[in-house]
Nanobody
Framework: QVQLVESGGGLVQVGGSLRLSCAASGRTFIIYGMGWFRQAPGKEREFVAAINWSGGETYYADSMKGRFTISRDNGKNTVYLQMNMLKPEDTAVYYC?????????????????WGQGTQVTVSS
């Protein structure tokens, strides 16, 4: 069992930056692929970014490429999402998720554990 706790959300102006963190419990964090997803009001949850177990492979949704960066620190059992040049359409609850298969992917069905989410609001 893995517990995931997101932090770092908040209110930011258009063009600003935020760094989200996701801290995982347990000593097996290193084997998990990790992903970030988001859900805006009235919309379905969508893929944001993912990283494999080693950090050697990363994946991004097209609309986040060049603005968002996913990274991980296996020594701290933490995955990060650096978000730059934020837009109002980035407003959403952001969730991190863990994939026991170690891959990290854009598919929700590949993930076994989910955090509770952290709210990001971008004001214009």
């Amino acid at each position: 069992q893995v517990q995931l706790v997101e932090s770092g959300g908040g209110l930011v102006q258009v063009g600003g930056s935020l760094r989200l963190s996701c801290a995982a419990s347990g000593r097996t964090f290193i084997i998990y692929g990790m992903g970030w997803f988001r859900q805006a009001p009235g919309k379905e949850r969508e893929f944001v970014a993912a990283i494999n177990w080693s950090g050697g492979e990363t994946y991004y949704a097209d609309s986040m490429k060049g603005r968002f960066t996913i990274s991980r620190d296996n020594g701290k059992n933490t995955v990060y999402l650096q978000m730059n040049m934020l837009k109002p359409e980035d407003t959403a609850v952001y969730y991190c998720a863990a994939d026991r298969g170690g891959r990290g992917s854009g598919l929700e069905a590949h993930y076994d554990y989910w955090g509770q989410g952290t709210q990001v609001t971008v004001s214009s």
